[in-house]
T-cell receptor
């Protein structure tokens, strides 16, 4: 069975500081990992994904994520946070050969001016 | 491309009434998903379709919920009768179904339908 854990409900960071939003996963076989962002009253928007290859994945709006197989983690990072990055972030996993995407509970990121 | 289109955006109804939520996937996307989002339970997969055929409906809460996809461009999620605990935001998402079922495809979400059952 596949599962995703986002251990932090809330992350606060000062504008201009680096940010990290944590995600760990459990899946049979090789995982496909995704990050989505949700702004207020909007649907989820795709940020980036890891399929195979380079463990460091770069995505939209300057975000990146590092796949760590030994730690089964896929943390989202950004070198310098913007106030406009404040939103709800979801990590998601899909097993190879499956079609449905399983989401974590979400982490609310607040960037303080 | 207009993206995934959901209607209505907001629905307020009374307990016991029938609710129908609608979704138009992106043209060419042949896999469609219904999710429900609540504060308590986060984002839950209710059901998904491949090529208009329901594949997994294990997330549908109970018999009061039903979903159909009569053609490639339209799906409905129906709740009858509705209850206050059904209040949530319901999202529809679509994606192309890759030939090799590799799982690398990205879901595109609609803006959601916010349901309030009084």
């Amino acid at each position: 069975a596949q599962s995703v854990a986002q251990p932090e409900d809330q992350v606060n960071v000062a504008e201009g500081n680096p940010l990290t939003v944590k995600c760990t996963y459990s899946v049979s076989g090789n995982p496909y990992l995704f990050w989505y962002v949700q702004y207020p009253n909007r649907g989820l928007q795709f940020l980036l994904k890891y399929i195979t290859g380079d463990n460091l994945v770069k995505g939209s709006y300057g975000f990146e994520a590092e796949f760590n197989k030994s730690q089964t983690s896929f943390h989202l990072k950004k070198p310098s946070a913007l106030v406009s990055d404040s939103a709800l972030y979801f990590c998601a996993v899909r097993e190879t050969g499956a079609n449905n995407l399983f989401f974590g509970t979400g982490t609310r990121l607040t960037v303080i001016p | 491309d207009a993206g995934v289109i959901q209607s209505p955006r907001h629905e307020v109804t009374e307990m016991g009434q029938e609710v129908t939520l609608r979704c138009k996937p992106i043209s060419g996307h042949n896999s469609l998903f219904w999710y429900r989002q609540t504060m308590m339970r986060g984002l839950e997969l209710l059901i998904y379709f491949n090529n208009n055929v329901p594949i997994d409906d294990s997330g549908m809460p109970e018999d009061r919920f039903s979903a159909k996809m009569p053609n490639a461009s339209f799906s409905t999620l129906k709740i009858q009768p509705s209850e206050p605990r059904d209040s949530a935001v319901y999202f529809c998402a679509s994606t192309p179904l890759t030939r090799d079922y590799s799982g690398a495809n990205v879901l595109t979400f609609g803006a959601g339908s916010r349901l309030t059952v009084l």
